[in-house]
């Protein structure tokens, strides 16, 4: 597997045998189109929400070159077979592959053009509160949370890091929904 998996564990203990899963999911999809950037997959356990009958959710995120994003959510529904977390698991990722077909297919019909994600370097930084601004190359000031982050170590940002991003708008401006940092070092 050569994609940048991250799992987050919400109201769940982390499972190597569900961890496993997940990869095996990965390559399939890499199997479709080698060149996803980065795989962020969200699964949240029945934990307190018993009144929705101890089901799974999982969302899953990838990162395509040139700041292409897919995302699938498979919140509980009324389909009991959610209880199973490699049943709710499979059904993420079969709608992932669908997705990523539909990309791969779109992507064949598309003349080829250059295209360079948005750069720019960290401007601003809230350590404490987990977000900060980039400027953009063009001067716009663009926010963004650790959680855009595809190396997942916001603590070794600095102002100054030379970083590339994707850009949504947001409810108070334009932000960075993921966010490629460059020369990153331990602090």
């Given at each position: 597997?050569?994609?940048?998996?991250?799992?987050?564990?919400?109201?769940?203990?982390?499972?190597?045998?569900?961890?496993?899963?997940?990869?095996?999911?990965?390559?399939?999809?890499?199997?479709?189109?080698?060149?996803?950037?980065?795989?962020?997959?969200?699964?949240?356990?029945?934990?307190?929400?018993?009144?929705?009958?101890?089901?799974?959710?999982?969302?899953?995120?990838?990162?395509?070159?040139?700041?292409?994003?897919?995302?699938?959510?498979?919140?509980p529904t009324a389909d009991q077979s959610h209880q199973d977390a490699y049943v709710a698991i499979r059904d993420a990722f079969e709608a992932m592959r669908r997705q990523l077909k539909e990309y791969v297919d779109l992507r064949r019909d598309e003349p080829k053009q250059q295209f360079t994600q948005p750069h720019g370097v960290i401007d601003r930084l809230f350590e404490d509160k987990g977000y900060g601004f980039i400027r953009a190359d063009d001067g716009r000031e663009i926010y963004f949370h650790r959680n855009a982050l595809i190396s997942d170590d916001f603590a070794a940002l600095r102002v100054g890091t030379e970083v590339d991003f994707s850009e949504e708008a947001g409810e108070q401006g334009p932000q960075a929904s993921t966010v490629r940092a460059y020369g990153l070092s331990k602090r």
């Amino acid at each position: 597997m050569q994609t940048d998996l991250q799992i987050v564990w919400e109201e769940l203990e982390p499972s190597d045998f569900v961890k496993a899963r997940i990869e095996r999911e990965v390559s399939h999809l890499e199997k479709i189109f080698d060149r996803i950037t980065s795989c962020k997959v969200f699964i949240q356990g029945p934990g307190h929400r018993h009144h929705q009958g101890g089901l799974y959710a999982v969302r899953v995120r990838l990162v395509l070159p040139h700041g292409k994003e897919l995302v699938v959510a498979r919140n509980p529904t009324a389909d009991q077979s959610h209880q199973d977390a490699y049943v709710a698991i499979r059904d993420a990722f079969e709608a992932m592959r669908r997705q990523l077909k539909e990309y791969v297919d779109l992507r064949r019909d598309e003349p080829k053009q250059q295209f360079t994600q948005p750069h720019g370097v960290i401007d601003r930084l809230f350590e404490d509160k987990g977000y900060g601004f980039i400027r953009a190359d063009d001067g716009r000031e663009i926010y963004f949370h650790r959680n855009a982050l595809i190396s997942d170590d916001f603590a070794a940002l600095r102002v100054g890091t030379e970083v590339d991003f994707s850009e949504e708008a947001g409810e108070q401006g334009p932000q960075a929904s993921t966010v490629r940092a460059y020369g990153l070092s331990k602090r």
